[in-house]
Structures are given as C-alpha cells and as structure tokens.
C-alpha cells in the first residue's frame, strides 16, 4: 500500500508540519487538522487545499468551513515545497 505525505505549510512558503499516512480520507485530514491547531493554538484566517473531498468533510467538522478555499491552483505554495521531495524520490 502506498504512503501519502501530508503537509501543512504557511503563508510564507515555509514547512509547518508533515504527515505520512496509508490513507487520503476524512480521518487523516480530521488527524493532521487537529495536531496543527492544537500544536500553534490559533485558527488560520484562511485554509487552502486542493479539491480532495476529504479536506472540506474536516474542515466542516472543525467549523472552518468558512475559512475554507479549494481550487486546482491555490495550493502552489503547498506544492512548490514538496518539490526537494520529489527530486529526492526520482533519484531513488
């Protein structure tokens, strides 16, 4: 079974926090949202995710439905920091 990785990153561009997870549902997003708030103690004024459905089903458990922004292209920064990743899988 395959691993998916997780990240959380800020504003800045910067790695807040990863996750390394057999699945992509509800429960995982639910994990990863839970320790981020509980680790920095302060809601985000936004929250920007791809379109898997699994991030909105938490995002509405958590009440930050309203926070909430999904779109192909919004989570760039997301993904522009998971690119020393990926050139390290290549290599593998």
């Known amino acids: 079974m395959a691993a998916c990785l997780w990240r959380a990153v800020d504003a800045e561009g910067e790695v807040l926090d990863v996750l390394v997870q ?3 549902n509800k429960r995982a997003a639910l994990k990863l949202m839970r320790k981020l708030l509980k680790k920095y103690g302060f809601v985000p004024d936004k929250l920007v995710t791809d379109n ?9 458990d958590l009440k930050l439905s309203n926070r909430h922004e999904r779109g192909r292209w919004r989570n ?10 990926r050139r ?3 290599k593998m």
Do not use: I, V
Request: proline fraction near 4%; charge should be positive.
């Open 22 to 24: 057999t699945k992509r």
């Open 52 to 60: 898997l459905r699994s991030y909105a089903a938490a995002a509405g």
């Open 88 to 90: 390290r899988e290549r």
């Open 76 to 85: 760039n920064r997301a993904e522009n920091s998971h690119q020393p990743t």
